[in-house]
């Protein structure tokens, strides 16, 4: 696609930013979208209405737009923009149902690597031992929900379990009560030891109101996990939820440039994809602990991660607490894990750090403190031998954009 020479008013574009401001992955996409713009000589001027999912298109002749980067639910707004002639970048194109497909193909556009996204979740919820697994859909008839839950199920059977669907798709016109209620009921038909994914963090928030009104515990009899790690959304549901972080900050930067190269005048490749990978999984309540066969064991992973941030932890006090010898603890938790209580420990530690280091900005001596290590040198020489970066050097990576 090659984009018409923008008409400026005055020194300034006007970009008109059609991203909900209700999500986290919309803000993400907005806020990498400001780190592009803020590296220009000329700033631009932004039509921004925070609101929901459902954006409207500014008046064209009010207002001198000289571009758009939007994720639409409207198939009229679709059309208007895509017969425009304006400069655009679309999120998401999937979502919007044309019938002719063929005419987002000039368009460049955000979309989420499904793979990647689904493969981390399935990896998390198998190393919890999940061995029966759900999705559910997202309440919006939305095409990277379909693709997840798709993509899932297919990995679950490859590794031979089960995978159950909820949907396809709940109707929209059903209230929050009703939903949860439905919700409650599909999962309690469901066996103990699930691992259930959610297209998003809003969905999986229902999951757990869910499985409270059908008397499953989580993550004693269900596991959940959500996209996108809404600190909200997450924090705001009792046990708090797991989630997987999406790049989308990073994805924001990258549609920015090429709305600003179509703005200028210049080519941008055709079916140009950017796309929204995943990051990390920030472990939180919903999947801290483990389904096993051996009780002993089962329990031995919950006290890990119920207690990994207390430096003094020893693998005697892990025994002790599960009312065995340490030797006979080791045996089981190796035979049963493929790993030492030691190694596993280490890793719930570091899964931590990792998290900390990719979410906050707090200083590596807080981040070592905080992910139970007692010294801070001897945690900076344990992060670069497993990672093959120091901790600063990691989140660097993890953050290009910042």
Not at 238 to 262: N, T, W, Y
Not at 369 to 388: I, L, V
Request: glycine residues 6%; positive net charge.
């Amino acid at each position: 696609m090659k984009g018409k020479i923008a008409q400026r008013q005055g020194n300034y574009y006007h970009v008109a930013l059609l991203v909900e401001t209700s999500h986290e992955f919309g803000r993400e996409v907005l806020r990498g979208i400001r780190a592009y713009e803020k590296t220009l000589d000329n700033h631009w001027m932004f039509y921004l209405q925070p609101d929901g999912m459902r954006q409207d298109v500014p008046r064209m002749g009010l207002w001198p737009c000289t571009g758009v980067i939007a994720r639409l639910f409207s198939k009229t707004a679709a059309w208007k923009l895509l017969s425009s002639g304006i400069p655009l970048v679309l999120i998401d194109p999937d979502t919007i149902h044309l019938k002719r497909k063929e005419a987002l193909a000039a368009v460049p556009y955000v979309t989420t690597d499904t793979g990647m996204i689904v493969k981390m979740a399935f990896d998390h919820l198998y190393d919890c031992g999940c061995r029966t697994f759900a999705f559910v859909h997202s309440v919006a008839d939305t095409g990277w929900s379909v693709s997840r839950g798709r993509e899932f199920k297919s990995l679950a059977l490859q590794h031979g379990c089960v995978c159950h669907v909820y949907g396809n798709l709940p109707a929209r016109s059903m209230s929050w009560e009703c939903d949860v209620r439905r919700l409650g009921k599909w999962l309690a038909k469901l066996p103990h030891g699930l691992g259930v994914f959610a297209a998003m963090d809003q969905r999986g928030r229902n999951v757990i109101e869910a499985c409270r009104e059908a008397g499953r515990r989580v993550p004693d009899d269900v596991m959940v996990l959500g996209v996108d790690n809404d600190p909200l959304l997450c924090e705001m549901c009792e046990p708090s939820m797991s989630s997987i972080a999406l790049d989308a900050c990073q994805a924001g930067f990258e549609a920015a440039k090429a709305l600003h190269v179509l703005m200028q005048g210049g080519p941008v490749a055709t079916d140009r994809r950017i796309l929204v990978k995943p990051t990390h999984v920030s472990r939180r309540t919903s999947t801290a602990s483990s389904f096993s066969h051996d009780p002993v064991v089962a329990e031995a992973r919950r006290y890990i991660y119920d207690r990994f941030h207390d430096k003094t932890l020893q693998i005697l006090d892990i025994a002790r607490h599960c009312g065995v010898s340490r030797r006979l603890l080791e045996t089981r938790f190796s035979q049963t894990q493929g790993r030492t209580l030691l190694q596993a420990l280490t890793e719930v530690r570091m899964e931590r750090a990792r998290t900390l280091l990719c979410d906050t900005d707090d200083p590596v001596t807080d981040v070592a403190a905080a992910s139970g290590f007692a010294d801070a040198n001897y945690f900076t020489k344990s992060f670069r031998m497993r990672h093959g970066d120091a901790p600063l050097k990691f989140r660097e990576r993890m953050h290009i954009v910042n």
